[in-house]
């Protein structure tokens, strides 16, 4: 017997990068950021434990909303907290998207998006990206004429590239909204500050953001939504009543008040991810420029399993991705491997590793 609805019988789950829970393991694969929080944020925390835990949470996280809109510039009603920026992005599919309406997204691209439009019932509608990760725009403004939600990583995942905002406001669909998902944000030459909301098609975007990588803070799940207040108010209509727990808002309210440990963190990161660029480059493999905390590799070779597996054995895990119906790739399937910004202690393992497994593989640059 049967009792799930036939869609979810059917759905293929997502399955989030590995998390292996001995220690010992160079950890690349799930875009954690290497540093820890703020010591303002730790400390946030622990007094939140010791506060009345027996008591819910503001439902609307008042406080919370009223500082990130000053960070953005905006009204506190522009502003929705949720449990991570995976949270709003169900609660944009919940808002505003009927079984049978088409939820379009860049592909290659960030695979959640497609697993929420099953379980919604929409259609998902993948975008395919030139060969440079660029837009056919032409096409994919036909593409999207009925389009409920687009859904659009920027800097997107796994390739790491960021769009201009003239190409952006392009995306905007005529009869739904243009949901920008900035987790990596932060990590770009010029970070993102919700600039497009100030623009006239602003009534049609909305932008989350995440606290898991920027600020370091992927253990305690927050993030949250910025819109045009009737948006917002759409969206609070279907969010648990309580999505954000007193330890996580408290953390945020930290994390946002100690913008500069952020900051500091952010350049570090860039820094490191222009060191590793290189290095990959001088090791032969292809890499996009990223503006995010990871990097997109190829080999020449297309071995990318089997260096993903000599660099596991070794105990480095990096993720190696495959998407398949991309009609410029090889067979119609483009992978590759994206390989997450750690410590620099942990880059240069990275690549003492890899290359041992390139000379194993005979793959070593002449």
Not at 94 to 114: C, K, M
Not at 145 to 162: I, T
Not at 189 to 203: K, Q
Not at 292 to 298: G, I, K, L, S
């Amino acid at each position: 017997m049967d009792l799930l609805r036939p869609n979810i019988a059917r759905l293929a789950p997502y399955v989030p990068g590995e998390q292996p829970q001995e220690p010992g393991w160079i950890k690349l694969n799930t875009n954690e950021n290497p540093y820890p929080p703020s010591p303002r944020v730790v400390e946030a925390i622990a007094a939140a434990a010791r506060g009345p835990l027996q008591l819910y949470p503001d439902p609307v996280a008042t406080q919370f909303r009223k500082l990130a809109a000053e960070r953005f510039q905006v009204g506190a009603d522009w502003i929705l907290p949720a449990n991570g920026s995976d949270e709003n992005l169900t609660l944009l599919f919940r808002a505003f998207v009927d079984p049978g309406e088409i939820v379009a997204f860049p592909y290659p691209s960030y695979i959640l998006y497609e697993t929420l439009a099953l379980i919604q019932g929409g259609c998902p509608k993948r975008l395919t990206l030139r060969p440079d990760w660029s837009w056919d725009l032409a096409a994919t403004r036909a593409q999207i004429e009925q389009a409920k939600l687009v859904l659009v990583p920027n800097p997107n995942s796994p390739s790491g590239n960021r769009w201009s905002d003239d190409d952006l406001l392009a995306l905007v669909p005529p009869r739904g909204v243009l949901v920008l998902d900035e987790a990596y944000g932060d990590f770009a030459d010029t970070p993102h500050r919700a600039e497009l909301l100030r623009r006239p098609e602003a009534a049609r975007i909305v932008i989350t953001r995440s606290f898991s990588k920027s600020f370091s803070l992927a253990g305690i799940r927050l993030g949250f939504a910025i819109a045009q207040p009737e948006l917002i108010a759409g969206m609070q209509k279907v969010k648990d009543s309580y999505n954000c727990d007193r330890l996580a808002l408290a953390a945020g309210l930290a994390a946002l008040e100690d913008w500069g440990a952020m900051e500091e963190n952010s350049r570090r990161i860039r820094v490191s991810r222009e060191w590793l660029a290189g290095e990959l480059t001088r090791l032969g493999f292809e890499v996009v420029p990223s503006q995010a905390n990871f990097v997109w590799c190829t080999h020449p070779s297309g071995e990318h399993q089997a260096i993903y597996e000599g660099l596991k054995r070794r105990r480095v895990l990096v993720r190696w991705m495959r998407f398949p119906g991309v009609a410029h790739a090889p067979e119609g399937l483009l992978h590759g491997l994206r390989i997450s910004v750690g410590t620099d202690e942990e880059l240069r393992g990275l690549a003492g590793h890899l290359r041992e497994v390139l000379k194993e593989l005979s793959l070593s640059p002449a």
